[in-house]
């Protein structure tokens, strides 16, 4: 089925590493319960909104328990998010610098900007996040002809001749038969999922799907049953369960069962187990949507996603969704696959209905990059790029997996995640990532389970060597000195000591 | 900030197990409880409501658990003034204390939960594993008084006043895991 090798790690740290994690939030939790009663008695200021004195006899308006973890433990880190930039985020940007006084409550910038930070956070996989002049041009053209944004929907006055030129585009980049495109990357999803399931129908969907797939699910009023992520023992079984057992009470038959998935995953950095899903899906006869937001682009190799990655045709999944907000450095989704589901699109979709469309210049910055990627605009840039991604990829991957750190993912998604576990190691980590100037995303609990937060990397083709090499070095004592180091199994963490004592038992 | 597009079965508590449909294997039970608990988690990398509902079943948690309360009972053997008995009697009151605020007195998520607040009236004790009974990590917290009063009772030889004090703290620990006290508020104490 696989015609290369699929690899994919989720090591377990020690044991020792999920109990100092527990003890790190119990001592957390305490002090919160103590700065807590002492904000209560007055012993320290209040920072939080609270109400007026003479509203303290009537029915609270919000939860004090609600906010615990956000006032006690995020606040305590609240400095490693939301950063103000300055510049575009391309592989490296400006930061504006900021401090605090009381503890990460109030900011205030210092009016300096921190220059060339190297940007291991942005969704830039093929780096067309750029301010090029010359490469924005047909944008910039584009934008002094049309305008701005479309005040219309596509089935009303909306559909410029930009939208079709856009959707042949596509069309032909995926090797399907149609496709259309919408304003907004969520909206694709959750828009469109309640066009083509409803009442009546099953929708199988992954553990750890994106929120946009969930709420899609949710407003169609299928039942929704979710399978162990990744996991297509689970699947099956669902599926065979969906199809002995029928609907819940009446056991009818399900009038449609559709497999929903992604084509990398965000968090955890795993492509989805698509040969084997195809088997089941044409098996058990059941549909395919697969959302390939993260791998369009960024996997495969001339960037078509993961049915090309898999060596697939894409006639073997019936509706491919993606993103263009990650790879083509724009916003906006597409739903491709057959002319007939397209065009039952473009009648039934609520996006197309109640929805403006995107807007021109935007499709064009979609244009310009796809035609950049397919080679048609005479260069092989594209192809260079798809390539150097994959370089950085696989070189990023290998050296943290030699240095020891534990990774998850398949080796192949230039989505990084490298494990964190302690809630104190998040902040010390991000922060002093800043000081050597590297910007990364880090995520804890409850975003992720409790004892895996995680520091997220997303490699760029616009990464050159040096700046990977400034970060992994960063990483390497990083890792030293908060002992992130957890990996059982990591090749060697020094290659030429070893091949020192090699050379030396050999005299 | 959460987009509320909760619609769940009307007359069904959403905290109970599925009952009088098909017989499932119990594996499936899990999955089952999470057909209409399908909700929008903003900013979250799984579909999971409530993390405070697998909390306790964490890898570690359980070990964490049990180093927690020797090192309780190793601090309290090393104060001077406490006899053997005395320390014991101590760590399984103490235990007990803490095992009763946190798990059955403080109610709701230190976080929020797009859930709409089914949660919030629910101490942390009815909400591991959304309601599901005599799952493994309610056992165990079950068990695991047990056998501190069992191990308390015997280094303070069973005397009369130490026993009074153990039994007395066992029961209030032991008496609200009971499934029958599931969201039972006596006397209206700890409702809202």
């Given amino acids: 089925l696989y015609k290369k090798?699929?690899?994919?790690h989720f090591e377990q740290a020690p044991m020792y590493v999920a109990v100092l994690t527990f003890l790190g939030f119990g001592v957390g939790t305490i002090f919160g319960y103590l700065r807590d009663f002492m904000r209560a008695w007055g012993l320290e200021k209040r920072n939080v909104a609270t109400e007026r004195e003479q509203q303290k006899d009537f029915v609270p308006l919000y939860q004090d328990f609600e906010n615990f973890y956000t006032r006690n433990l995020y606040m305590r880190i609240r400095d490693n998010w939301n950063r103000p930039i300055c510049s575009v985020p391309g592989p490296q940007f400006d930061l504006m610098e900021r401090v605090t006084d009381d503890y990460n409550w109030t900011f205030r910038f210092t009016g300096r900007t921190i220059k060339n930070v190297i940007n291991m956070g942005s969704y830039n996989y093929l780096g067309f996040a750029e301010t090029d002049v010359n490469a924005l041009k047909t944008v910039t053209i584009e934008l002094q002809k049309y305008g701005t944004g479309i005040c219309s929907t596509r089935q009303e006055m909306g559909t410029l001749d930009k939208h079709v030129e856009l959707e042949k585009l596509v069309a032909k980049f995926l090797g399907v038969e149609d496709a259309m495109v919408f304003g907004m990357g969520f909206a694709t999803n959750s828009m469109n999922i309640p066009a083509l399931v409803g009442k009546g129908c099953l929708i199988l969907?992954?553990?750890?799907?994106?929120?946009?797939?969930?709420?899609?699910a949710r407003l169609s009023g299928a039942t929704i049953r979710i399978f162990k992520h990744n996991n297509m023992q689970s699947l099956e079984k669902l599926l065979r369960d969906a199809i002995i057992y029928g609907q819940p009470r009446s056991h009818r038959a399900w009038r449609k069962i559709i497999i929903l998935v992604e084509g990398i995953y965000s968090m955890e950095g795993s492509i989805v187990r698509l040969p084997e899903i195809v088997s089941l899906k044409k098996k058990y006869k059941a549909y395919?949507?697969?959302?390939?937001?993260?791998?369009?682009?960024?996997?495969?190799?001339?960037?078509?996603?993961?049915?090309?990655?898999?060596?697939?045709?894409?006639?073997d999944v019936d509706v491919l969704m993606g993103t263009f907000t990650k790879s083509f450095g724009a916003a906006g989704g597409y739903i491709a696959g057959k002319k007939d589901l397209v065009d039952f699109l473009r009648t039934h979709s609520h996006s197309?209905?109640?929805?403006?469309?995107?807007?021109?210049?935007?499709?064009?910055?979609?244009?310009?990059?796809?035609?950049?990627?397919?080679?048609?605009?005479?260069t092989t840039q594209g192809l260079q790029r798809v390539r150097q991604l994959g370089k950085n990829t696989r070189y990023f991957r290998r050296r943290l997996h030699e240095m020891g750190f534990i990774i998850y993912g398949n080796d192949d998604s230039p989505v990084v995640p490298l494990l964190l576990y302690m809630p104190g190691k998040i902040g010390a980590f991000a922060r002093r990532m800043l000081e050597k100037n590297i910007g990364v995303v880090v995520v804890g609990f409850?975003?992720?389970?409790?004892?895996?937060?995680?520091?997220?990397f997303c490699v760029s083709a616009a990464h050159t060597r040096e700046m990977l090499d400034t970060v992994l070095n960063a990483l390497d004592e990083l890792g030293d000195f908060l002992h992130l180091k957890y990996s059982r199994y990591s090749k060697s963490s020094h290659p030429e000591l070893y091949e020192e004592t090699r050379l030396e038992l050999e005299d | 900030m959460y987009v509320w597009v909760l619609a769940h079965r009307p007359g069904k508590s959403l905290y109970s197990p599925i009952s009088g449909s098909v017989v499932l294997p119990a594996r499936f039970e899990m999955l089952c409880n999470l057909f209409y608990r399908i909700k929008m988690n903003v900013g979250v990398a799984h579909s999971e409501v409530n993390p405070n509902t697998r909390v306790m079943n964490s890898r570690g948690m359980w070990l964490t658990y049990a180093l927690g309360v020797g090192?309780?009972?190793?601090?309290?053997?090393?104060?001077?003034?406490?006899?053997v008995p005395v320390a014991w009697t101590l760590t399984n009151v103490i235990h007990n204390l803490g095992m009763y605020v946190f798990l059955h007195a403080v109610k709701g998520t230190p976080f929020e939960t797009p859930d709409q607040g089914k949660a919030r009236l629910l101490t942390h004790w009815e909400q591991l594993d959304y309601g599901v009974q005599?799952?493994?990590?309610?056992?165990?917290?079950?068990?695991?008084?047990?056998?501190?009063?069992?191990?308390?009772?015997f280094y303070t030889k069973y005397d009369p006043t130490h026993f009074i004090l153990n039994t007395t703290s066992l029961l209030t620990v032991l008496i609200p895991k009971l499934p029958q006290l599931h969201g039972v508020r006596i006397f209206g104490i700890n409702k809202y």
């Avoid at chain 1, 969907?205 to 899609?216: A, F, K, M, Q, Y």
């Avoid at chain 1, 197309?352 to 005479?378: F, H, N, W």
């Avoid at chain 2, 005599?134 to 009772?153: C, H, M």
């Fill in chain 1, 5 to 8: 090798t699929f690899i994919e």
């Fill in chain 1, 205 to 216: 969907s992954d553990e750890l799907n994106h929120t946009s797939l969930v709420l899609g």
């Fill in chain 1, 446 to 456: 409850p975003a992720t389970p409790i004892t895996e937060s995680r520091a997220r």
């Fill in chain 1, 288 to 315: 395919l949507y697969l959302d390939e937001a993260h791998s369009i682009g960024a996997v495969g190799a001339t960037g078509r996603g993961v049915v090309e990655y898999f060596g697939m045709s894409p006639d």
């Fill in chain 1, 352 to 378: 197309a209905v109640y929805a403006t469309s995107m807007c021109p210049p935007v499709a064009e910055q979609i244009i310009r990059a796809m035609k950049c990627l397919m080679g048609q605009d005479g």
């Fill in chain 2, 71 to 83: 090192m309780l009972h190793i601090v309290l053997l090393s104060i001077p003034f406490f006899s």
């Fill in chain 2, 134 to 153: 005599f799952t493994s990590s309610r056992k165990f917290f079950t068990i695991s008084p047990i056998i501190l009063y069992f191990l308390a009772s």
